[in-house]
């Protein structure tokens, strides 16, 4: 689902607070720079959210807008933006790097430090805001790459900034049932083409392999309802072998189908506290989480929390009722 929000709609005296208060509440913190006059404050935001990514396209007269560092140490979760550039140009600056974008040419940047975006000729531009988390990349590597102009020169990065150009320009591509399906390729996308875009290719390869294992565990718990979740699943979707997914995660002291069943009983049991957890029966629950035999299920769970799932559900429940829970 795509949010269109038009400046024009708030009234005049309340325009230029309003304006800042829908990109600070939806997308982030910054400091924006408006006419004097109300009526030449023209802006246009769409913005569709899927998972973790959000898509926002900005129409607008010429501004200039600033994370200052202030805002840039306000506690929030750390994200990272990319600007892919519609008609016309514009300029940004971060960790003392000023670049220029054209159309097609995409840059990041992350909220973790000052930066400015300038729109001299106005606005036209898709923005995408994705949790630094989610890329599972070093701040090395993303300091790197950061206020550069990208989506030309790198096969990578080109095909990056087709894609996501086509996923913002499609009002098909943005309803939140196709978007949702669509969330972790074009982050795995936009990793890809940071990764290619490195000036130091040790740097990415560097980069991979240490986030290996925090990209193996993300998949995993991203997947974790999937009947077909298997090693073989997993490392081909990483490009190593099975051999090499086992090492991985054995250095962690990880092992693969402990870590599954464990996380498993984990979230049925969450899902078994729940007060809605009582219209549903406890094989659907078991089923959902990839337990297909509910006998094998209720001894397991049994096995690792000393109640059966139905005396679990039944404790919580009576503990609700008397306001302990």
Wanted: charged content about 20%.
């Amino acid at each position: 689902m795509t949010t269109v929000w038009n400046a024009a709609e708030a009234p005049a005296v309340d325009r230029a607070a309003a304006v800042r208060e829908a990109v600070g509440t939806n997308v982030v913190r910054v400091d924006i720079d408006l006419p004097d006059d109300p009526q030449n404050i023209d802006v246009e935001l769409a913005l569709s959210v899927a998972g973790p990514l959000q898509v926002l396209t900005v129409r607008s007269m010429a501004t200039t807008v600033t994370r200052s560092p202030r805002l840039a140490h306000d506690g929030s979760e750390p994200q990272l933006f990319l600007t892919l550039q519609g008609t016309g140009a514009s300029a940004m600056a971060q960790h003392g790097r000023h670049t220029q974008l054209r159309k097609g040419q995409f840059a990041v940047y992350t909220t973790t430090s000052p930066y400015t975006l300038m729109f001299d000729g106005g606005l036209d531009a898709h923005f995408f805001r994705i949790p630094i988390a989610e890329l599972a990349l070093p701040d090395s590597a993303v300091r790197e790459v950061s206020a550069r102009a990208l989506g030309s020169g790198d096969a990578v990065a080109a095909l990056a900034a087709t894609y996501l150009g086509q996923l913002a320009n499609s009002p098909g591509l943005r309803t939140l049932a196709v978007a949702d399906s669509l969330a972790q390729p074009t982050i795995d996308l936009v990793r890809a083409a940071l990764v290619s875009s490195l000036g130091n290719p040790a740097l990415g390869k560097e980069s991979l392999q240490s986030t290996l294992e925090m990209r193996l565990l993300e998949y995993l718990r991203s997947h974790l309802a999937d009947n077909d979740l298997s090693a073989g699943r997993v490392a081909a979707a990483h490009n190593i072998s099975v051999r090499h997914l086992y090492t991985v995660l054995g250095r962690s002291g990880v092992s693969f189908g402990d870590w599954i069943r464990t996380q498993r009983l984990e979230a049925c049991r969450r899902e078994l506290s729940h007060p809605h957890a009582r219209t549903r029966t406890i094989a659907s629950i078991a089923r959902q989480w990839g337990f297909p035999d509910a006998t094998h299920f209720s001894r397991v769970f049994r096995g690792a929390y000393g109640v059966t799932p139905r005396e679990w559900r039944d404790l919580k429940t009576r503990q609700r009722s008397s306001g302990l829970a």
